[in-house]
């Protein structure tokens, strides 16, 4: 036997439930090496270092 709802949910009840289902902001932090923004653990796209080394050489 599946699984059948016993009465019809309401737009309103149905609504309510799925308000918690939005996006949220990315976390940013600055790079310590050149303060740009930027994901935590990750490459720094401007300068190129993670954990103040240089990972990808940038042309500049």
């Known amino acids: 036997m599946s699984?059948?709802?016993k009465?019809?949910?309401s737009r309103s009840h149905r609504d309510q439930r799925r308000a918690n289902w939005k996006m949220s902001a990315p976390t940013l932090v600055?790079?310590?090496k050149c303060g740009?923004?930027?994901?935590?653990?990750?490459?720094?796209r401007n300068c190129g270092s993670?954990?103040?080394?240089?990972?990808?050489?940038?042309?500049?």
């Open 30 to 32: 600055k790079c310590p």
């Open 36 to 44: 740009a923004l930027m994901m935590p653990h990750r490459v720094c």
């Open 3 to 5: 699984i059948c709802p």
């Open 50 to 60: 993670y954990n103040k080394k240089e990972i990808i050489s940038t042309n500049d």
């Open 7 to 9: 009465n019809k949910s």
